[in-house]
């Protein structure tokens, strides 16, 4: 069977759902890609590590005052892709509250609504009409531009045999998002790009929807003016917390991205070595939108990103439905594309990303407080660390137990450094943690810490 039959039937499935031919061609690209064992693998022999980077602590008053300037041509763009569903979310993670009755789309609007600027949601087919029902509360959202547009879906692939991923049981569980790297033909397929260039505006600053901590800064904006970029990305340093997740390298002269998944087992000591690979990507970019659309055209709206092919099971949540793959690209990995991309080193208050319990406990504790202008920063501005924190996975992994376990609120981490949890513990009302904290219940039976509790040290059953 050659190539083309192979891929007749998620051609005819991909035109049955409407897709368009730029998505159609990009997905049998990729699924070509997968057919020979191309796996976007990024092995340590072909990089160097990135040993220095601009700081935005180094930035001018110059920098700010061009930034300013160009204000007025900046689009905000949010992925709002995400349902949550390792947290147990069947609806857009975005509406859950994060800071007392605020969700985080509450706060993301009221973030761009301050520097009265456009904002655009990149939403899945799975979060779109949730977002647009919620936003219709914003009569202050009055703009010339549409609130969101649509990620394309694609077919999840059977890992045995490499065709359509069949599941009567729930069909709507045989597609899948391709990745946030589809935000550039996304943006063009659906008219957006042409939108934003023909009413004048110039630069997208785009971030992860749940991540709190990117607001804009006129600074890297004068940064990005200053040196004529066409692609920023904003990056911090890698802690241990970060060993797993994306880093800047060099490869052929340019910088490229690193997914973990795009790193060969072999490599994995090099990848996880935060002293050697410093810098890990916020997904927080900014975008020239007019080099975007020159570089489309260049490559005939096909841009080469690194595939990254990733195996799971067909119904996330249940571990004997099939194991499939679904196909990915990642929004970052542009920078190797761009002509004149660059990176920035910028402080882990911009990066307050919520990917799991733990981090919604932080997120929405008094560690961090919300500024008038709904800026999320932390309560101690000379902290430029987390306080670490392990809930018991069996016990407070989903939203469900989560809630659950605070049923008044969670506890002051302002002077937490650690916080563990171990075993099944509810929490009662104005609970501190103070330095390190171990909690552990080693009983069968629910434990609860009394209200008015101070905890400092190990506490346990």
Known sequence: MNIDEKFLPFEQRLREA???????????????RLLNNDLGFLPEKDITPVTSLPSLVDLTNEDQKIGDEHLNQVVVIK????????????????????????????????????HHLPLLFMNSFNTHDDTQKSLKEYKKLNQSLPIDFIQHKVLKINAKDLSPAIYPKQRELEWCPPGHGDL?????????LDMMLDQKYTFAFVSNADNLGAVIDGRILGYMVRNHLDFLMEVVDRTARDRKGGHL???????????????????????????????????????NLKSLKR?????????PLPLIVNRKHIDPVDHESPEIYQLETAMGAAIAVFDNASALNVPRSRFAPVKNTNELLLVSSDYYELLDTYQLV?????????????????????????????????????????????GNVYWGKNIRCEGDVVISNSTDIPQI??????????LSW
């Open 79 to 114: 992925l709002n892709g995400g349902l949550g569903t390792n947290m147990g979310l069947e609806r857009a993670k975005s509406l859950l509250p994060v800071k007392g009755n605020l969700s985080f789309l509450n706060i993301i609007t009221e973030q761009v609504l301050h």
């Open 378 to 422: 932390p309560a101690n501005p000379a902290a430029d660390s987390f306080v670490t924190i392990e809930l018991d996975h069996h016990y407070y992994k989903f939203i469900k137990d989560f809630n659950e376990r605070f049923p008044f609120g969670v506890p002051s981490l302002k002077d937490c450094r650690r916080l563990v949890v171990q």
């Open 249 to 287: 390298a060099m490869q052929d002269g340019r910088f490229t991205l690193r997914e973990i998944a795009q790193c060969p087992e072999t490599d994995k000591q090099f990848f996880e070595d935060i002293k050697r690979h410093r810098y890990f990507n916020t997904n927080n970019l900014w975008l």
């Open 295 to 303: 570089l489309l055209h260049k490559v005939d709206y096909s841009l």
């Open 18 to 32: 409407g897709l368009n031919e730029l998505l159609i061609d990009n997905f049998k690209y990729n699924y070509i």
């Open 184 to 192: 550039y033909i996304a943006a063009h397929a659906c008219g957006i």
């Open 449 to 458: 810490i009394p209200s008015d509790t101070t905890i400092s040290g190990k």
